[in-house]
């Protein structure tokens, strides 16, 4: 079975400073897709960037990029320019491919990220 | 872009009563809905995957009696606790996929209180 493993209950950053969050996985599939999920005090789930395994390029949404280490099975989320309202519950997800999973979206256990003015 | 409304936002219940959660695709035809739960300051949890027209399936340690999940159709799927009571009271999610490896849509989630 799969797994995620986000092992930065909290996390704290200055206003406008980079920080980075952890995420390594376990998997015996070599097709997946993984995901930074934000989720602000409205419990809303926001999607943060979307990693193709195939891809070895990493992703990069604005202040946001991934370092995506397939081999290691490491994805871990870089926040540059940090903003107040980047202070959220950061989820790392997992999902493999829908012919074999289903699509289905296993979480990690979540980095509380506070950010200080 | 793709919308997924989930209903009630909250709901507050007694004890030994059924709920149940709607979960609506709005523009596209969702193969395949899940449903989550989460405590507070918790992951969320995958309870049972749901394929339009079939049984749902549900994770290893979710009761399926318990929580009962119907996808009648390509945008709707229900999620009835039945019987509930204060251990259930959490935040359920939806979540929704189209064909092949659409994006995951999720609802804004139902607070359920069960006093």
């Known amino acids: 079975a799969q797994t995620v493993t986000q092992s930065q209950p909290e996390m704290s950053v200055q206003e406008a400073e980079t920080v980075t969050l952890s995420c390594t996985y376990d998997?015996?599939?070599?097709?997946?897709?993984l995901f930074w999920y934000k989720q602000p005090p409205s419990r809303q789930m926001i999607l943060v960037i979307r990693?193709?395994?195939?891809?070895?390029q990493n992703a990069t949404e604005n202040r946001f990029s991934v370092n995506f280490q397939k081999a290691a099975k490491s994805f871990s989320l870089k926040i540059s320019d940090s903003q107040l309202g980047d202070a959220a519950m950061y989820f790392c997800a997992y999902r493999g491919m829908i012919y074999n999973q289903g699509g289905k979206l296993i979480f990690g256990q979540g980095t509380e990220l506070s950010v200080k003015p | 872009g793709a919308v997924v409304s989930q209903h009630p936002s909250w709901v507050i219940c007694k004890s030994g009563t059924s709920v149940k959660i709607e979960c609506r695709s709005l523009d596209f035809q969702a193969t395949t809905m899940f449903w989550y739960r989460q405590f507070p300051k918790q992951s969320l949890m995958l309870m049972a995957t749901?394929?339009?027209?079939?049984?749902?399936?549900?994770e290893q340690g979710v009761e399926k009696d318990k929580f009962l999940i119907n996808h009648a159709s390509l945008t709707l799927s229900t999620l009835t606790v039945t019987s509930a009571h204060p251990e259930d009271s959490s935040f359920y999610i939806c979540s929704a996929i189209g064909q092949n490896n659409s994006p995951l849509h999720f609802g804004n989630g139902t607070r359920l209180t069960v006093t």
């Open positions: 998997t015996s599939e070599s097709d997946y897709y």
């Open positions: 990693q193709e395994a195939y891809k070895q």
């Open positions: 749901s394929n339009e027209g079939s049984k749902a399936t549900y």
